[in-house]
């Protein structure tokens, strides 16, 4: 089992940014990908966004151009870094690790809550 560990949300005004890290007990290189979903109130989770661990990324349409994702593997940390954020991203931010296929979230961190003001 992998132990994940986000931190970084908080309140945000309406254009501002915030930087999600999510640390893993494991190596990140030894996982197919890893992601961020996020679930607002009354809303299913959804992907926010995932990278592999040959770099590749997917990003959901709502947060392109505006969210990166990155890892660094000497640090087994996965960042998310938000720009431009709007109301609509308010949500809680869960990271997850994909052991076995790209794709399907195998672990899953406690989530860390981001809100945004407007």
């Known amino acids: 089992q992998v132990q994940l560990v986000e931190s970084g949300g908080g309140l945000v005004q309406a254009g501002g940014s915030l930087r999600l890290s999510c640390a893993a007990s494991?190596?990140?290189?030894?996982?197919?990908?890893m992601g961020w979903y996020r679930q607002a109130p009354g809303k299913q989770r959804e992907l926010v966004a995932r990278?592999?661990?040959?770099?590749?990324?997917k990003y959901a349409a709502s947060v392109k151009g505006r969210f990166r994702i990155s890892g660094d593997n000497a640090k087994n940390t996965v960042y998310l870094q938000m720009n431009s954020l709007k109301p609509e991203d308010t949500a809680i931010y869960y990271c997850n690790a994909h052991r076995f296929t790209i794709g399907t979230p195998s672990d899953w961190g406690q989530g860390t809550q981001v809100t945004v003001s407007s």
């Open positions: 494991v190596n990140i290189f030894s996982l197919m990908a």
């Open positions: 990278i592999t661990r040959s770099g590749e990324t």
